[in-house]
């Protein structure tokens, strides 16, 4: 796993192995509490992308992108990743995302119901004899770890506490991850991957579009004695 992006918004991205990208951004979540942690807000993200129906057309988007792309270019820019560029990656990238929202919501209440079934028939008195000897050999109120898998999710608790989940679509792709350290993550899938590229390279060929235009307007105004090749590069 390699960085590939450190985003001015504080968001970091990584190159999977497999080809999908992650991107930890609201680590520890500012939307809705379910136990004991917090779920990621995906209305106010930038970067956890969730399900939307697009308010404008890929072309739209695009002509918008170039538009920033070149007015970054003239102030020495490269992907500044302003507030309007994140808004509009969003957009282009959520029309293909899966219900990311649903699914770790869902799948994050079902985590903490079952682990707390799992606990209260743990405490469930013993029945018979060996029962009774098996608790006597247990120290203090340790707990012992809970691990659950599933098609939709994987997770590990210690006690209370959720120390890692991952989630899944109906494909069984991973979608989301989480654990006390490094917060929430978002994994993207294969079509957006596929759209992330086509935004970056959007941008891209608008950007240099954008520079070899301003190269040409700069040649023209060179002075004649600097024309026809010159051992003497005045932009290098």
């Known amino acids: 796993m390699s960085s590939i992006n450190n985003v001015n918004s504080g968001v970091q991205y990584y190159q999977l192995d497999c080809g999908s990208v ?19 807000d995906y209305k106010n993200s930038l970067c956890m992308y969730t399900k939307t129906e697009p308010t404008k057309s890929d072309a739209e988007i695009k002509e918008e992108l170039a538009r920033i792309a070149k007015e970054d270019q003239k102030k020495g820019h490269f ?17 293909v995302s899966p219900d990311r929202e649903s699914i770790v919501a869902n799948s994050t209440k079902e985590i903490f119901a079952n682990a707390n079934a799992i606990k209260q028939k743990v405490k ?11 608790e006597m050999e247990k120290k203090g109120d340790k707990v012992v ?17 959720l120390n890692y989940a991952r989630f899944q679509d109906s494909n069984g792709e991973i979608v989301a991850t989480y654990d ?9 899938t294969k079509e957006e991957g596929v759209r992330l590229r086509e935004f970056a390279k959007t941008y891209n060929e ?14 023209k ?15 290098a």
């Open 22 to 40: 992650r991107a930890t951004a609201n680590r520890f979540g500012t939307g809705a509490k379910v136990g004991n942690i917090k779920l990621p």
């Open 79 to 95: 992907h500044s990743e302003t507030k309007e560029y994140l808004e509009l990656r969003k957009e282009y990238v959520s029309s």
């Open 124 to 134: 469930e008195p013993p029945k018979n004899l060996l029962e009774v000897l098996i």
């Open 145 to 161: 770890a809970i691990n659950m898998n599933c098609p939709a999710y994987t997770a590990c608790f210690e006690g209370d506490k």
């Open 180 to 188: 006390p350290n490094s917060g929430w993550s978002c994994i993207g």
């Open 206 to 219: 608008a950007w240099k579009s954008a520079e070899a235009e301003m190269k040409g307007q700069n040649s």
């Open 221 to 235: 105004a060179q002075p004649k004695h600097l024309e026809g090749g010159t051992a003497f590069d005045a932009y």
